[in-house]
């Protein structure tokens, strides 16, 4: 666990450098984008969550559940996410990066020292987890940013994982399975709880995730200008979006370029297609005559045992809804799932970004249809035939 924070916590300091060199030492210094924070703000938050839930033993997000003070005198009314309305963080006077940093080291400092007296007990190390799990979410999210920004990138952590299998459709009879994370387990988000037996009809699956290649024959083929392929709300969506392609997808002749990291680099047909969203990802499915899995029968493809099912190069759109799981109850970090349901669409697997000890096929990750930003790509199915 230890050794899992000091790796967390750099790799959240090294990505932070990114933006410093690019001269984003201040709010006002980064774009006021949607789905974006200015990353002199997310860098003290990501230490403030784990004060808050480690060294001030909060026992939810609830100010009335927290003990004692923050280190930062004004940490609270900064960086509190869930009282901290999106816009105005651009308009914190926040401490200078230097004096950011000197946060994140006294709290993990302080953070390791606490570890080393607990008892190795799940529900001790509990709060350790959720930090770690939060902060290698920012981390993936601060990655994503450098990409929206056309920043440079450290290198290692714009690999993508490369899995050397060749494409095919693996049929499953269907069966039953329990799907979420039982109670009593190590860690788990509050929406993968509790779990349940679900039934599975029987499908058939893609190995692999859908290439750069393939999505662009629908490119080629007009798929952006047919609009039987696009629901009501992607085709809504393109409207307003004129878009032809990808995001950061450019032609150049014959070919097809892409932006990766602020470099244009020529698109390798083999890797998979990355940055689509839901809309685009329904719409090549409809083109292909094909459909997105549901998450019950991804889970259940991941938890097979099947050796051409595999996954962590991208985050997969699925077919279903974000809605609670029967017996749901909000985590300690409330406004975690609660506030998503029913407004955002599941993803599942990891993608290059995600951090190794952050793959488990019962994670549930889940964000607005729109989103193209993250590292997030498709696989296809069908019913049989």
């Given at each position: ?52 839930y480690i060294l001030r033993a909060a026992s939810s997000s609830d100010p009335q559940d927290v003990h004692g003070n923050c280190l930062l005198s004004r940490g609270d009314s900064w960086f509190d996410a869930n009282r901290v309305p999106h816009a105005q963080r651009w308009r ?294």
């Open positions: 666990m230890a050794h899992a924070l000091r790796q967390a916590r750099s790799n959240t300091l090294a990505l932070f450098e990114c933006f410093l060199a690019a001269g984003m030492d201040q709010p006002t210094q980064v774009p006021q984008l949607r789905y974006l924070n200015p990353p002199v703000w997310e860098v003290g938050h990501i230490a403030w969550v784990a004060e808050w914190f006077d926040l401490p200078a990066p230097g004096a950011l940093k000197t946060y994140c080291h006294e709290v993990l400092d302080r953070v390791l020292d606490k570890l080393m007296r607990e008892p190795d007990e799940a529900l001790a190390l509990y709060p350790y987890r959720l930090a770690l799990a939060h902060e290698d979410m920012h981390g993936e999210a601060l990655l994503a940013a450098l990409q929206v920004l056309g920043l440079e990138a450290p290198e290692p952590a714009t690999q993508v994982r490369q899995l050397a299998y060749a494409p095919t459709e693996i049929a499953f009879p269907g069966g039953s399975i329990d799907i979420g994370s039982a109670r009593g387990a190590a860690f788990a988000f509050d929406n993968e709880q509790q779990a349940h037996h679900c039934r599975v009809a029987p499908f058939s699956i893609d190995s692999t995730l859908v290439s750069n290649a393939q999505f662009a024959d629908f490119v080629d083929d007009g798929g952006y200008d047919q609009r039987q392929f696009w629901s009501p709300a992607g085709a809504d969506w393109l409207m307003r979006q004129e878009r032809s392609a990808p995001r950061y997808w450019q032609r150049d002749g014959a070919q097809w370029r892409c932006m990766r990291f602020g470099r244009l680099a020529t698109l390798a047909g083999a890797e998979p297609v990355r940055h689509l969203n839901l809309y685009e990802a329904q719409a090549y499915c409809a083109w292909a005559g094909r459909r997105l899995p549901t998450e019950i029968e991804w889970e259940y493809a991941a938890r097979s045992g099947h050796p051409a099912f595999r996954w962590g190069q991208l985050w997969e759109w699925t077919a279903t809804p974000f809605e609670p799981y029967p017996e749901f109850q909000p985590g300690p970090e409330r406004e975690y799932s609660l506030p998503c349901f029913s407004s955002h669409q599941v993803l599942r697997g990891a993608s290059f970004a995600t951090p190794q000890r952050m793959l488990w096929e019962q994670f549930r990750y889940f964000h607005v249809p729109e989103r193209d930003d993250l590292f997030t790509g498709l696989r296809t199915c069908a019913w049989p035939r």
